[in-house]
């Protein structure tokens, strides 16, 4: 098996495609390197070498060694250096790289090949022993932390040491002598942690590293995060062995983080900082303060690299320009300048928000790099999300603590935690937090997630609080310099005001500022490259989108957002209305039907009302409109002293309303008295609900000359004779109506498909219906035979053990409850080929779900009125 991949070294085996095989960073270093980008030479060792070694006990397939040695060597031939060679020594870095860029895993080592011999030689070709040995204590300091897991602290010990008896403050002011020492404290350090001496063997060296690599792929940080975003174990990670370029050997020296656009905005502007003088990760460590790269974005007192570095600044223009028309995406990219001579250290799709992921894809069909179908299938619809959640409103009264980098954009309001486990538990509890950390780090990813918003005051736009709340959508505030945070006392300080653990705080992510209190917020911005790329979406998709609302709010929403009908209104909120409650309340405590007559007659003009708004605001869209579903007990009053004062209300004994509140008490409420069983039993209740829709849709359509399209769906349908007997109640209120009104609606009447034994005779019922509305929250729960309420005790843990792929509540069980959808479906239409489908379940906002509802050949879908926009995209996206 060819397990190790060369690129640069005068061959170049792999290419962007093979991401599978040679993680993203691999893939792009070859792919760099085929184009002709000056890519510093290497190879990589393939994913399959990472299953091979988890499926063997940690062991390398035998020719493993043979392949990286020969690999190897043509890097020294490419390079005119060789690995160990004190007169000449070949130094490298190792670098992990997974199919995804995944925080978590092993860190990246660089310098390595360095010894008490090689350091020599590198000090007497470089001409800077300075530079020689400052490079030799990086190193030892890396591969110390990451492959021998010596604790950092350690080594900054050490460093202060040689500082304080130096009398300086500054790494800088240190010289060849005091790194000399520095490496000197390290090694014996490490010697005395480990117990054994620093390694000098640079093959050594080489494995140490390349097994750290393999190591990290299973260890928690990493794990949490596969789990968080779905990624699978079987995946692994590759590595990749990379000869040094030195972006610190003096002023002609630089290394930079950039973006081909702002990954902010989504602007086409260049965008990204770099330090002169400095190696690796430096720009994102916060150590100095980076630097722009374009002149324009410079700060009075900044120096950028198109002023510092004219030619190696054009070259990057030059890289930039080939990047973006190879790949046609916005590009992340990595370089360093070595003695005023460009080279390219890493590719990839830049992460960025919503809105520029929104922009950049309508800016580059625009620009003809990409067609409108692309710039569909580019946006994440979860994303989406985002750009539909409020802003603060800027007129609203607000009290500025600090102002930090605007590193990640939107609005958050919170109460402050300060760390990452806090986050997480009081999220649990329904809280919204804003996560405060000085800086955050691979072992925060499960409070940030967890966060509302993160707050950092210590770290620039590609630091990590920023590179992680960007992707994964949380607002951010990072580098707020001007806080103080304190997590001995819980506490944060800025200016003399002090905010203590669990105060609220406002973060707006789009321009950097932190305020004290709620910030009240406002709608987002529907027009502009948002409307332009739903209208591009709305030309793919087959689906129709429709909303699941009931308050006139809702509807305007849901319309706003450009649903295109009501997909699920829900009569029993109506009920709760305090106005209402009474006359609910007294007909479930009627004994007679006369008595539950009365009640309900109370009851009618207020529903009527109710569709009446709904009506208006949908002008003639469709409008599907449940009959009452939950079990009576629920508009029933439970604490005792609600118990006496509703008896006193309606003017009844206490003794009588608990006799009534035993009588209507289930076992399993759930499963018991609720849906059209209740129709059945009580059909006054239906008539009224029917007779209020049929009222309404004739006063607007009287008023408007345009009908309403009511379509009333009849819940928890078991049987056909069921839905044949609620029909007739509706279908009698309908004719009664209209001759009272003289007037006529077209209406239609259905059913949700919610329960097993309806899928399975979906062909009996759909001879009474004239649509099927997939209920799938409900018909997940009675496919599993599982409470939604209960769950929470389980499901967690069978998705983490993976047990269920995904939280069946959340996205569709394809394969259980997918399966009934199909076959109701196509039994259905087997009666009747124009029967209409929908679904009307949360997993009508979910991308994958409606993926698969535009398999299964659904009409429509619905969703809550936010998620509206999510689901034309997911369902443009699902047609492509
Ligand atoms: P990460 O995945 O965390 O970004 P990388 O493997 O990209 O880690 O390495 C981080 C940084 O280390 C790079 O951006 C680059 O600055 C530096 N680096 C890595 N390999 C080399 C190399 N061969 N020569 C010079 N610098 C390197
Ligand atoms: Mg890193
Ligand atoms: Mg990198």
Known sequence: TKWVYSFGAGRNEGRAEMRDLLGGKGANLAEMAAIGLPVPPGFTITTEVCAYYYAHGRRYPED???????????????????????????????????????????????????????????????????????????????????????????????????KLDRGVTEDTALG????????????????????????????????????????????????????????????GTAVNVQAMVFGNMGEDCATGVCFTRDPSTGENVFYGEYLINAQGEDVVAGIRTPQPILKARAKPGERSMEEAMPEAFAELMRVRETLERHYRDMQDIEFTVQRGRLYMLQTRN????????????????????????EAVSRVNPAALDQLLHPTLDPKAPRKLLAKGLPASPGAACGVVVFSADEAEARAQKGESVILVRVETSPEDIHGMHAAKGILTTRGGMTSHAAVVARGMGRPCVAGAGGITVDY??????????????????????????????AVPMIEPQLSGDFATLMEWADRVRRLRVRANAETPTDAETARRFGAEGI?????????????????????????????????????????????????????????????????LHEFLPHGEHEIEEVAAALG????????????????????????????????????MQARAIFEAAAQIGKETHKAPLPEIMIPLVATRRELEITRAIVDKAAQEVFAEQ?????????????????????DAIAEAADFFSFGTNDLTQTTFGLSRDDAGKFLPLYVEKGILPKDPFVSLDVD??????????????????????????????????????EEAGLDYVSCSPYRVPVARLAAAQAAL
């Open 64 to 162: 493993l060694r043979p392949q990286v040695e020969a690999a190897l060597r043509r890097v020294e031939e490419a390079v005119g250096a060789r690995f160990g060679d004190p007169a000449k020594p070949l130094l490298v870095s190792v670098r992990s790289g997974a199919r995804v860029s995944m925080p978590g895993m092993m860190d990246t080592v660089l310098n390595l090949g360095l010894n008490d011999a090689t350091v020599e030689g590198l000090a007497r070709n470089s001409g800077d022993a300075r530079f020689a040995w400052d490079s030799y204590r990086r190193f030892i300091q890396m591969y110390g932390s990451v492959v021998l897991g010596v604790e950092h602290h350690r080594f900054e010990e050490i460093i202060e040491n040689v």
């Open 350 to 373: 830049g992460k960025r928000t919503a809105a520029a992921s929104l922009k950049i894809a309508v800016d580059m069909a625009r620009e003809g790099l990409i067609d409108e179908r």
């Open 567 to 631: 997909g699920l209104c829900r009569t029993e909120h109506m009920f709760f209305d305090p106005g209402r409650i009474g006359a609910v309340r007294q007909m479930i405590m009627a004994e007679s039907e006369g008595g539950r007559r009365d009640a309900l007659a109370r009851l009618l003009p207020f529903q009527r009302q109710d569709f009446v708004e709904l009506f208006r605001i949908m002008a003639g869209l469709p409008v599907t409109i449940r009959l009452l579903d939950p079990p």
């Open 816 to 853: 259980g409850v997918g399966a009934l959808v199909r076959m109701a479906s196509g039994k259905g239409r087997g009666v009747k080929p124009d029967l209409k489908l929908g679904i009307c379940g949360e997993h009508g906002g979910d991308p994958a779900s409606i993926r698969f509802c």
């Open 488 to 517: 001995n006392a819980q506490t944060m300080m800025s200016g003399g005001q002090v905010v203590q653990a669990g105060e609220t705080i406002t973060l707006d992510g789009s321009t950097g500022e932190v305020f004290i209190g």
């Open 652 to 687: 009844t004994d206490v003794a009588r309303m608990r006799r009534r509140l035993a009588e209507l008490s289930e076992a399993n409420p759930m499963l018991g008295h609720r849906g059209c069983r209740l129709g059945i039993t009580f059909p006054e209740i239906y008539e």
């Open 742 to 762: 003289g007037y006529h609606v077209a209406y239609s009447v259905g059913t949700m498909i919610e329960l097993p034994r309806a899928a399975l005779t979906a």
């Open 176 to 235: 060849a002598q005091d790194w000399h020492r520095v490496v000197a404290g390290y090694k014996e350090m490490v010697e005395e942690v480990t117990g054994r001496p620093f390694p000098q063997d640079p093959e050594a060296q080489l494995w140490g590293a390349i097994g750290a690599v393999f190591g990290s792929w299973m260890n928690q940080r990493a794990i949490t995060y596969r789990r968080l975003h779905d990624i699978p174990e079987e995946w």
